[in-house]
T-cell receptor
């Protein structure tokens, strides 16, 4: 498997469920991101991790909880979501450098289509 | 924080014509401006980017121009083809890791 992969590709969950989205990058990158893509606000940046450390939390509700155990894996833990959280969740990665960020392309995964019922 | 506006939201052109998409940004400190293309059901992919020390960049049929004074940048596609049909997103950032995206332009190229 190459590039950025995401699982599952589709997820339907109730508002009381707990689920997790998984992202894996096989590009040797040091930075990973979560984006939310919906019809109302396309491509909203949610979280940024650099070298497994969270460097950005873009005012995301606490019902979304990210986890980055290593530079290749990124999770988004979901609990007590609302119907308006239904969207496509995209993971991306890029090559960053310690102590600062070089200007590199972000590679996106295929996304997880989330439906909250 | 940074705010990026993108126009138009939809654009229809005849095959062979040119297409222009415009974006404005609010933070004068932004120094990196990529354009991503997202085909239906697929992931966004970078097609071209420009740094603030350059006014124009071209890659075959695609070009991007940047006006730092006016804080706007544009994507130009010449000799459009049906496979150019997609949603195009502009973005701006101070550091390339914190991209703020525009709302997207749906381009349709009719044969």
């Amino acid at each position: 498997e190459t590039g950025v992969t995401q699982t599952p590709r589709h997820l339907v969950m109730g508002m009381t469920n707990k689920k997790s989205l998984k992202c894996e990058q096989h590009l040797g990158h040091n930075a990973m991101y979560w984006y939310k893509q919906s019809a109302k606000k396309p491509l909203e940046l949610m979280f940024v991790y650099s070298l497994e450390e969270r460097v950005e939390n873009n005012s995301v509700p606490s019902r979304f909880s990210p986890e980055c155990p290593n530079s290749s894996h990124l999770f988004l833990h979901l609990h007590t979501l609302q119907p308006e959280d239904s969207a496509l969740y995209l993971c991306a990665s890029s090559q960053g450098v310690s102590g600062g960020f070089s200007l590199y392309e972000q590679y996106f995964g295929p996304g997880t289509r989330l439906t909250v019922t | 924080g940074e705010n990026v506006e993108q126009h138009p939201s939809t654009l229809s052109v005849q095959e062979g014509d040119s297409a222009v998409i415009k974006c404005t940004y609010s933070d004068s400190a932004s120094n990196y401006f990529p354009w991503y293309k997202q085909e239906l059901g697929k992931r966004p992919q970078l097609i071209i980017d420009i740094r603030s020390n350059v006014g124009e960049k071209k890659d075959q049929r695609i070009a991007v121009t940047l006006n730092k004074t006016a804080k706007h940048f544009s994507l130009h596609i010449t000799e459009t083809q049906p496979e150019d049909s997609a949603v195009y997103f502009c973005a701006a950032s101070i550091d390339a890791d914190k991209l703020i995206f525009g709302t997207g332009t749906r381009l349709q190229v009719f044969p």
